[in-house]
């Protein structure tokens, strides 16, 4: 039989740790639906969701129920919608935005991602279509999430489409300026970007993905931050051996849910993403992790190579447990969604700069960072090629989900409920970056790319 | 198939009785219990084969999570995987 005490910590992890699947997520190609007529491609796109996710929900539940392990989100990830809609005689597409909506709510997913366009190297008719129809389309959909890569290792940054980006996010909050721009924090901006990311917002069925997938995403900061409370003091290699062994459990469990749901949906296993994915529930917060590590407040000096130690020993903890690894597997750090993010900005502890700092050494970027209304959108841009010149020169991914409150200000606090939390505005630099933004073009891949 | 019983809450009389009578209902084979007193709450661990049980896994599960309610423990059925594939290699 099992040992007791093993059976009895899986149910305290479970129970008082908030460990959980974080998200079980459908990636379905849409390349098939793709036709002149845009009414008859909604309608296959609708038809095809909801014929290979129908059983999703239902056995993401029944999977919960037999293991006795929560599975927070059942999600759909699809075909980057500009390669689809390209093909369509139509300048408008909204309606494919509706019609991923509409299929998201018959199959009773909590989101829909792939509303995006990869325009690192530059943009096609389509792709611009898809990127100025992104603030009408989320402020019209629920479910609906939008992703736009502008940059890469291999291709450099195009700044043209930062330059953009930046006017976008602003006009997405403005136009759902009735809920604090909520639209902002179903919009990524990366570089890098993954294809087989089961995270939102910034999930996307890759063109080099099978036709249906199943990818999972672990979470589990609660878990690692208890485990560390039983070695204070110990020196780091202590700690570090600490998160693999906790990652590893975390991982295997991830993997047994991801082959399961593969099984049971007739649909291939993809991948488990090892992320530390937090939430705004006390004791599920990766800033106290960190703090647990030494530090007073998450963003003071030391946070950046405390946290640098969390992301690595997450992954050598975790490549071991599942057969197939990827997404963007790291620890997140999104300022709304985090308890103890939230409070070292509130204190004013963690600034802008410094989570700039933090996303050289983990996963993503500055992710669900509210900053002020009146940012200017070459502010925001800005911001967005800081955080793409990290991801390119380091050959990761970085993304950049920042929400422009309407009329908020430094002082503020916007709320987004649920998961998505609620975030303390941000001051940034008042210095302008308008002139820089202006010049358009691209940045050049760095030297790194030109190993062939 | 097997699964693991946990019944965690405060000791009284007769919980291992009533829990082994819901599962013989439901025709759920018992095949190994354990059972400590753990910082002074009552703790139990039963190894079950549910393959013959007259039920489907959910609805035993709400039962048996009733039964917890009724008798203010906690205790809940899981599929043996799950702790196997935490906690070995």
């Keep these: 039989m099992l040992n007791q005490q093993d059976i009895l910590s899986t149910i305290e992890m479970i129970d008082q740790q908030h460990l959980d699947i974080r998200t079980i ?46 599975i927070v989100n059942k999600r759909i990830s699809v075909t980057p919608m500009a390669l689809v809609a390209g093909a369509s005689d139509t300048e408008d597409y909204v309606p494919f935005a509706l019609a991923l909506d509409r299929a998201a709510r018959t ?34 959909t629920e479910l609906v999430c939008s992703s736009v890569n502008v940059g890469s290792t291999k291709a450099g940054i195009n700044m043209d489409a930062v330059a953009l980006m930046g006017r976008i996010i602003k006009d997405t909050a403005a136009a759902t300026a009735d809920r604090d721009g909520f639209g902002c924090a179903k919009l990524v901006v990366f570089c890098n970007a993954v294809e087989d990311n089961p995270f939102m917002a910034g999930a996307f069925h890759g063109v080099g993905e099978a036709e249906k997938v199943i990818n999972v995403g672990v979470s589990g900061p609660g878990v690692v931050h208890h485990a560390l409370q039983a070695v204070k003091g110990a020196p780091f290699d202590v700690v570090a051996e600490t998160v693999k062994k906790t990652a590893f459990r975390v991982t295997r469990m991830g993997q047994l849910v991801a082959q399961e749901a593969s099984r049971r949906l007739d649909t291939p296993f993809g991948i488990v993403d090892l992320s530390l994915a937090p939430t705004p529930a006390i004791g599920d917060s990766v800033a106290r992790i960190l703090e647990e590590m030494g530090l007073e407040t998450c963003g003071t000096h030391g946070t950046t190579a405390a946290l640098a130690l969390l992301n690595d020993a997450v992954k050598k903890g975790g490549v071991m447990a599942s057969s197939s690894v990827g997404g963007l597997s790291g620890a ?3 300022v709304s969604e985090d308890e103890g993010m939230i409070a070292a900005a509130r204190q004013g502890t963690l600034c802008l700069d410094k989570l700039e700092a933090m996303t050289c050494v983990c996963s993503v970027g ?29 050959c990761k991914t970085t993304a950049v989900r920042l929400l422009p409150a309407p009329g908020k200000t430094v002082g503020d606090t916007i709320e987004m409920g649920g998961l998505l939390g609620s975030a303390p ?3 940034v630099h008042p210095e302008s970056s308008a002139a820089f933004i202006a010049r358009g073009g691209r940045i050049p891949a760095p030297m790194h790319s030109l190993k062939n | 198939m097997n699964a693991i019983v946990t ?16 599962l013989a209902d439901y025709n759920v084979n018992i095949l190994d219990i354990s059972q400590t007193i753990l910082q002074g709450s009552f703790t139990m661990v039963m190894a079950v084969d549910v393959s013959a049980a007259t039920a489907s896994f959910g609805d ?25 594939a935490m906690h070995t290699i």
């Design chain 2, 60 to 84: 035993l599960g709400a039962a048996l999570a009733e039964l917890g309610g009724e008798m203010g423990l906690s205790i809940r059925i899981q599929r043996e995987e799950i702790f196997n």
């Design chain 1, 25 to 70: 997520t459908m990636g379905i190609s849409l390349l098939s639906c793709c036709d002149p007529d845009p009414k008859r491609a909604c309608d296959k796109i609708y038809e095809k969701i909801t014929r290979y996710a129908e059983k999703l929900v239902r056995t993401g539940e029944e999977i919960e129920q037999e293991f006795g392990i929560p």
């Design chain 2, 7 to 22: 019944v965690v809450g405060k000791d009284r009389v007769g919980i291992i009785a009533a829990i082994c009578n819901k």
């Design chain 1, 332 to 334: 997140f750090i999104p």
């Design chain 1, 366 to 394: 500055l992710d669900m960072i509210a900053v002020p209304g009146d940012t200017p959108a070459e502010t925001i841009s800005a911001i967005i090629a800081d955080e793409a010149a990290i991801g390119m020169v380091n």
């Design chain 1, 425 to 427: 505005v941000m001051p």
């Design chain 1, 107 to 140: 199959c009773g997913v909590n989101f829909i991602g792939g509303y995006s366009a990869l325009v690192q190297k530059g943009m096609t008719i389509a792709d611009e279509r898809l990127i100025r129809s992104i603030p009408e389309a989320l402020s019209r």
